[in-house]
Every structure is written in C-alpha cells, then in structure tokens.
C-alpha cells in the first residue's frame, strides 16, 4: 500500500504543476504561433509556376517535397549575374530577378551553373515594362495544327520557349511597387542589403527565401494517367489531371429538325470561331487581353447585332451562323480538335435522339460552308489581314472565301477599315487548322491584326493585360474614333453585315454594334468581373472586382470564363421570355433551346430577374486522346496535355544561419540531450535518497 500511495502522492505533484503551467499559459500571451511567426515573414500573393506534361515530356516548375531553401540574391543587371556565378560563396541562391533579367538565356545559365534552388520573377509596377516578354514558343502549337511555320519566319518572334522547358527548380512571381514600404518588394529589398550585401558571404547569417511548390506528377501523360487510380495503402493515387473545360456555341437560327426549310442534307452552316484561352508561366496570371479577349468581344458583339436581325426562330436564311467559342487553343488545339471529333462521331451538338419533338440537326465536317476565325484584332490603324485557307486549285472552297473577302472589304469602306489579303501561303496560329488537317478543302480564313508576324509584343504572357493594350473605359461615354472600343465595333458591324449577305443573299446595313456595348464588354474581360453586362447575365450579386484569368481548368475545376462567356453569349443573343423563375427550367421534349434565369437589364440597381430562351450551349473541350483505348501518346495526332496536382504554393522569407552557426547550435542540441539523460539517470538511482521524507510520509 505504501507503494501505491507513494504514486498517488507523486501523480498529484505532477497533476499540479501540469495545472498550473496551463493557467500561466492561458492567461498569458504566449501563443505555440508566435515563435514560427517570428522566424518567418509570407511573401503573399506570390503566383507560382507549375508542372505540365505532354504525352512524351514534362514541362515547367517543382520545389523539393519539403520546400526548397536559398539565400537571396538580386539580379538587377549582367554584373549581378557574374558575381553569382563566379564568387557566390554560399550556395544554393534564390534569383530574384526582373522581367528585363527574366530571359532564357539568364535562367537557363542559372539552371546549369548548380547554385540556385530557384526564381522569383519580382515586376517592380513603378518601374517600365520589358519591351516586349512572351514565354510561348516563335512557333506557338509547333506540332499541331496543317500549317506549320518555320524557325527563321516565326509568328511570335519575341518567344521566348520557356513554357516548353522543364526547368527542375521553382518559379515564383510577385507584383509589388518598390515605393511600398509594406510591399514584398521592398521587404526582400531591404533584407538582402541588410544581410547579403557582403562580397563574402560563407559564414554569415543571410536573408533567404522558402519556395514550396511541389508537384505530385512526373515524366509524361502517359506515365502520369497510368499512375492516377493506383491504389496505395486502399487510397487512390491522384497525381495529374487532364486539361479540360468546355466549348461555348450558339446558332442563329435554331439547328431545329421541325424547320420547314432546307433539307437536312443540303443544310449549309457558316462558322464563326474565335479561341476563349490563354496561358502563362505562373497560376492564375493569365490576363489574355489581346488575345483571345479582342477575338471574344468582337465575336460577342457580332452575334448580338445579327441576333437583332435574324432572330432564332426565322426561317428565311439559307444558311445558319454558328458562332462558337473554343477552349484550350493554347495547349495544341484541345477544344477544335474535341469540336471535329464530336462532329465525326455524330455528337454535336447533341447526341441524337429521335424520342424527343423537338430534336436537333447533327453537323459534320461537310455542311461547313464557311469557316471564319477571329485572331488577335487590337490594330488600331483601321487595318486588318485575311488569312485565307484555300487554294485557286479548288473551287468549292476559293468561290466562298473570295466571296467573303470581297463582302468584308466592300462594307469595310463604309467604317474606314481596310483589308489585305496576306502575302504568305501559310496559317497563324489558328483553329481552322485543326478542321484542314481533316479537310485541306474546307473554306476557310483568319482576321488578325498582323502581317508576316505577332504584332502583341506580350503573346500569352503575364503582361499581355489592359495596360499594354492601352485600353481606356468610357464608362457609358461614347467612345473616341481611335479608340479600341470603336475600332472593335465597327469590324463587328462590317463582319455582320457581311455575314447576313452569306446567309441570306441580301443586304441589311440595319445591322450595327454600339461601341458603347464593346466598351462595357471590354471593361468586363479586361478590367473587373464585376460589371453591368456579367450582372446581368447571371443572378449572382455580385462579382470579384478584378480581371478574370483565361487559363484552362481541368475537370474538378472548371474555369469561370467559359461559364460566364456562354451567360453573356445567351444574354446578347437570347429571347426575353414571360416565365417565372420557377418555369425557367429545360424542356425535356427539346434539344434546342434551353431556358436561363438571368438578372436583367438593371438600370435602377433593383431587378426581379428575367427568363431568357436561347440556343446557347456548351460542348466539352476534352482532348479525344483521353477518349481513345490504347491511344499512342507519341502520335501527335491529338493534344495530351495534363497539369500536375499539389498541395499548397507557398514563399516565405527567413534569416538563414551560417553553417557554422547551425553546426554550433546542434552540437549544443547533443549536449544538452546527453546531460539531461545523466540527470534523469541520477535522478532515478538515488530517488530513495532524493525523495526520502515523500516515501516516508506515504508509508505513515
């Protein structure tokens, strides 16, 4: 018994001391938090460049699994350079580099010298923009597509082809004004001349950065696809996903079986095509404002006018206007390339089914009558370039194009546009490629606002945004002539009159677009969701006020743009019906149309909503390649881009002790472990001596 309540006695003593180091805790302001908070300071906002995979190689960006570690260094010119190279003593470094210094060739050397853990791409907003930055190839979608272009006559000339490089340590990138004194700039700034500022920097505590951007996927699509679904400890691996998002279509008029007009066999079909995507080194920041959001907005603002002259129900044209906007051009064509293959396979737009009323007309490849794409359209000088596809040598396919061609510059003379057609028998960067591959016959030209090369000197970059396109918001106003709203707006009202004269074989000038309207739109894609015509096409309150971003998602993140592009397509184009809300819903008899509850015009800031009948809808934009059993993931035939999984992006800034330092502190460790094991050790072998007068009482 005695022993017993020795143990009790001892247990209330710990007991005790375990209560009272708790109340001392929580009453004073000593959080397990506060220590880690102090090491650290979270460069916020930090976009991170990712890891993309091809059915044959890797591409971009990956730290270690525990985050990878560098002292910063600044390079603000070649003289920074050479001193990293040549005396940094203290490897590994993390580069914090300008855009000026952002260029393969720097980064590449930095990759190859084996002294740097990884970038941070640090755009100073106080100081100018690199004349121009595009880390697509000078070929972009080089191995896709019927056309392809050479290496000494590039569409992209300022290409740069860092997307298509596996770089093997991480990228971050951070917007900050270095006039901030709280911007993360400046923080890194004053850090680096504080600690790291010395010509000898071995043995010295330094500044140094975290990045953590680790990615699950490795090697290929092919090996990434075949390890998703493996089952580890009962759990499913999940390393990578497919690109993918959807198409946005509508036609006018309805693609209705019930028409009473031309055979479904004779039915001849004008598309109008524009691309929805973009892409960037680093998440999130994908702006796309010359392309695609000009080749959108000018789509957008066609479809409108010609909804307000043919409405969806007319029956008197010839032909129907397909305007469809394709998702994942930027990554070798996913979405033409999922439009042809439905096409061929008999799924579009729907799938048939004959146990419905009202069904809708399949299209395939041979009821193109006419293939129209709108390209990067941001010219102001009131002058634009045909691209045509065919060739003299067949005429079913230079009869439609020619005509066209002339229609366009004939209306283009009334709104001071000119027309060119290229010098060159070869294709940009386009869609229709995708349909020739296919089809080389198949009518067919692209509208760009360059000649023999890219005049957007920041091609799918971070800085491809509102500023380099020198935009301006009018906010209702009427836009200026030599405005982009206007210049946008007159082309739309040129191609629409143009496409009317295709369709119906007569003239209708009444078909106009209110560069006010171009203006409102452009404001939306380029400058804040959060605007008029975004509220009014859905029955959200509202929206994130900033720019949306044009990147692909993958299938368990759909992106935003396709969602809110199709609402806005149905909102310009669509029939205000009298349902209510609750009778807003799909007809299940019809495949045509579809019912959408939208806010409505708002004018007084107060709205009950409207019900809008449209023809609008999506298709998926999923490469066939991930359709295919067996598919040969080195054919090149489809596009088989993925993107890799991760858990977090994350950048921090800390004080890095010297080696030294670090050698001292865990010699200390050791010691400090090695005595407490002798105490404990003395401890337990004289307790009878120590605790005497405790064992005694216990035993009384």
């Not at 009272?20 to 102090?38: F, Y």
């Not at 860092?162 to 400046?186: C, H």
């Not at 479904?264 to 796309?288: K, L």
Request: hydrophobic fraction near 35%; aromatic fraction near 12%.
């Amino acid at each position: 018994m005695s022993l017993v309540n020795n143990f009790v006695i001892m247990g209330n003593h710990v007991f005790f001391w375990i209560c009272l180091s708790g109340v001392l805790l929580s009453i004073s302001e000593v959080s397990p938090e506060r220590t880690k908070d102090k090491m650290y300071e979270s460069i916020d906002g930090a976009a991170a460049c990712f890891r993309r995979l091809n059915g044959t190689h890797q591409f971009g960006c990956s730290s270690s699994r525990s985050g990878s570690v560098g002292a910063i260094h600044l390079i603000d010119d070649d003289d920074d350079l050479l001193w990293l190279l040549n005396k940094g003593d203290a490897p590994p470094y993390m580069a914090v580099l300008g855009p000026d210094m952002f260029k393969r060739d720097v980064l590449l050397t930095l990759r190859d010298s084996g002294k740097v853990s990884g970038v941070l791409l640090a755009y100073d907003t106080a100081a100018d923009l690199p004349q121009h930055y595009s880390p697509d190839d000078t070929c972009p979608n080089r191995y896709s597509g019927q056309k392809k272009c050479v290496d000494n006559a590039p569409w992209n000339p300022e290409g740069m082809g860092l997307l298509q490089i596996d770089w093997g340590f991480p990228m971050f990138y951070i917007k900050s004004n270095s006039n901030d004194s709280s911007g993360n700039l400046r923080k890194i700034r004053e850090c680096h001349q504080r600690y790291n500022s010395a010509d000898t920097q071995a043995g010295r505590t330094l500044c140094a950065i975290e990045m953590n951007s680790y990615m699950s996927a490795a090697v290929s699509s092919e090996v990434c696809v075949r390890r998703n679904g493996v089952k580890n400890n009962f759990h499913p691996v999940h390393v990578c996903d497919a690109l993918i998002d959807r198409n946005v279509w509508v036609s006018l008029p309805a693609l209705s079986q019930n028409r009473p007009d031309t055979a479904y066999e004779n039915r001849t079909v004008i598309m109008v095509s524009a691309r929805m995507d973009s892409t960037s080194m680093f998440d999130q920041v994908v702006p796309g404002a010359t392309s695609p959001v000009t080749g959108i907005v000018a789509l957008l603002a066609t479809a409108h006018a010609l909804s307000q002259v043919f409405p969806q129900d007319d029956t008197q044209q010839s032909s129907t206007v397909l305007f469809t906007l394709l998702h994942g051009e930027s990554h070798d064509y996913i979405g033409s390339q999922r439009l042809l293959w439905d096409m061929l396979h008999g799924q579009f737009p729907h799938p048939s089914n004959a146990d419905i009323d009202d069904p809708v007309h399949l299209l395939y490849p041979n009821h193109l009558k006419l293939f129209v794409e709108l390209s990067q359209l941001s010219n102001r000088q009131q002058h634009l370039t045909f691209y045509p596809a065919s060739s003299a040598n067949y005429i079913r396919a230079h009869a439609p194009v020619m005509d066209f061609m002339g229609n366009m510059t004939e209306f283009g003379h009334n709104y001071g546009i000119t027309f060119t057609k290229s010098t060159t028998d070869t294709l940009p960067p386009a869609s229709l490629q995708t349909f020739l591959v296919h089809d080389n016959k198949l009518p067919g030209v692209v509208i760009a606002d360059h000649e023999a090369g890219f005049t957007n000197r920041y091609y799918n970059s971070i800085f491809d945004d509102a500023s380099t396109l020198n935009y301006t918001y009018y906010n209702g106003s009427v836009p200026p002539e030599d405005s982009l709203a206007s210049f946008i707006a007159n082309f739309s009202t040129v191609l629409a009159q143009s496409l009317f004269y295709m369709a119906t074989k007569t003239k209708n000038t009444t078909a106009s677009v209110d560069a006010t309207l171009v203006d409102e739109l452009l404001h939306c894609y380029l400058e804040s969701m959060n605007c008029s015509i975004f509220n009014a096409a859905t029955f959200q309150s509202r929206f994130e006020d900033k720019p949306p971003t044009f990147y692909i998602g993958v299938n368990a993140y759909p992106s935003v743009m396709a969602q809110l592009t199709g609402q806005t397509l149905a909102y310009l184009t669509g029939q205000v019906t009298n349902k209510t809300k609750e009778q807003c819903v799909a007809d299940p008899q019809s495949q045509v149309y579809q019912y959408l509850w939208m806010s409505g015009k708002n004018e007084n800031g107060n709205s009950t909503g409207v019900c809008v009948k449209t023809t609008m809808n999506y298709s998926i934009a999923e490469s066939p390649a991930f359709s295919i059993e067996g598919y040969d993931w080195a054919s090149g035939q489809y596009s088989t881009w993925t993107e890799s999984t991760w858990n977090e992006f994350r950048v921090r800034m800390f004080l890095k002790p010297s080696y030294r330092h670090e050698v001292v502190t865990l010699c200390i460790g050791i010691a400090v472990m090695f005595f407490s094991f002798v105490i404990v050790f003395f401890i337990n072998t004289r307790s009878h001596v120590l605790f005497g007068d405790v064992l005694v009482a216990a035993s009384c």
